[in-house]
């Protein structure tokens, strides 16, 4: 017979800052899962995002410190905009090298309060964003909210409670870029996530050890409402997004104990073909201070053929409950697909998790080509970015695929 354990913590890791004021502490929090022959580690963060490479210098070092293999661990940013890791702006080395140390402890101490667990999961709807994706009379997709665009409507809900019946943690996700204070205020702090783990204590009995953590889902293409709004109206989004997940909590049904798994691969995804060498010289030509455009020939005259590195994972309870992490920003459409064919009873989807450093639209919006927006264009985000490069289209059928692969294979281990 299986007993599940479940042990977690927390931390402060305001210091990480990359400017002076700060509105809300930065957190970093974990929940360990372990069955006495596997645990699995789901690490939040309220950062922007790590990259592939610093991700697996945070994986390393939390395998160092409690023999979980990388496989066995995830690491999910927030993505809230006031902190570093988005906008171009990062950690000193300092910082990276003491978050290593900082993360590695705080996943050894959830291991050493490991303790007998009820897990209970629920879903309850929740909308704090709009998508931000429509088209002007132009055909070109601008930024702006659409309320008839895709969003992921829910938040998920686990919680962990002892022998007892209290509380030992409670992980609750959606997907939405926590962007209302962003432009609002330069303070550092973790936006709508923030207020809404402070609003959660007051609806829970908690102990005083429980711990409350966010994690972000495939939120690429959705913003949380209103962007800039402010502090106000970050503590209403936060306030209903925490009602939500207490009203999940309340109607969550129990997962029944059953071995853990884990199973993940890394999937290449190939980037589109750059201009031609005499396109970019034109280009170079038409903007001769863009820098970019220097990168983006020096890409076509080396011929090669590039992918992007994409890492994937899932765990599960037995059959009852699945955690699928995937990297980067993701669209909402990727975890509404996941959520739709996955064989498990239910199923979180994180974004932003292992590392994230590029946007991953659909089909429809690669297709548009040089309208396709910020997060789909060729000349937008994708050239200022470390690969200089957008997706093939393709790539929508190649993730799809390899997701329900993923699952069928946890289902069936």
């Known amino acids: 017979m299986t007993t599940l354990m479940a042990g977690a913590a927390e931390t402060v890791i305001t210091s990480i800052k990359d400017r002076p004021d700060v509105y809300a502490e930065l957190y970093a929090r974990v929940l360990v899962l372990a069955d006495g022959e596997k645990q699995l580690a789901i690490v939040t963060a309220d950062y922007g995002q790590f990259s592939l490479q610093y991700n697996k210098v945070l994986l390393d070092a939390i395998q160092g410190a409690t023999g979980i293999p990388p496989e066995q661990v995830v690491i999910n940013c927030s993505h809230t905009h006031n902190a570093p890791g988005v906008d171009g702006r990062e950690m000193s080395e300092t910082s990276e090298a003491w978050l290593a140390t900082c993360l ?164 290449s995804l190939p980037f589109r073909a750059p201009p031609s060498v005499a396109e970019c010289e034109q280009l170079i030509e038409e903007f001769p201070d863009d820098e970019r455009y220097v990168a983006l020939l020096e890409i076509a005259k080396s011929g090669e053929k590039r992918t992007l590195p994409f890492p994937i994972s899932a765990f599960a309870v037995g059959d009852a409950l699945c955690f699928l992490s995937v990297s980067h920003e993701l669209f909402s459409e990727y975890q509404l697909f996941a959520d739709e064919t996955s064989p498990f009873s239910h199923t979180f989807v994180f974004g932003y998790t292992n590392g994230s450093e590029v946007y991953i639209a659909t089909r429809a919006a690669y297709e548009l080509g040089l309208k396709a927006g910020y997060e789909a264009g060729p000349r937008n985000h994708a050239l200022s970015g470390p690969y200089r490069l957008a997706l093939l289209p393709a790539v929508e059928e190649q993730i799809h695929a390899e997701m329900t692969d993923l699952l069928g294979k946890l289902k069936g281990s």
């Open 104 to 267: 590695a402890e705080l996943v050894k101490d959830a291991v050493d309060t490991l303790e007998p667990a009820t897990l209970r999961v629920g879903r309850a709807p929740v909308q704090v964003g709009y998508n931000r994706r429509i088209m002007n009379d132009e055909g070109y997709i601008t930024m702006a909210p659409n309320p008839e665009g895709p969003v992921v409507p829910w938040v998920d809900a686990l919680g962990a409670y002892d022998v007892n019946g209290d509380i030992i943690a409670v992980l609750f996700s959606h997907a939405a870029h926590p962007v209302i204070v962003h432009w609002s205020s330069e303070e550092m702090g973790a936006d709508f996530p923030g207020y809404a783990v402070e609003h959660l204590r007051n609806f829970l009995a908690l102990k005083s050890k429980s711990i409350l953590l966010f994690a972000q889902g495939c939120a690429a293409d959705i913003n949380g409402y209103p962007l800039r709004g402010g502090f106000e109206a970050c503590d209403v989004a936060g306030f209903m997004l925490a009602f939500a997940t207490h009203q999940a909590l309340k109607t969550a049904k129990e997962v029944p104990a059953a071995p853990l798994k884990a199973c993940s691969k890394l999937v």
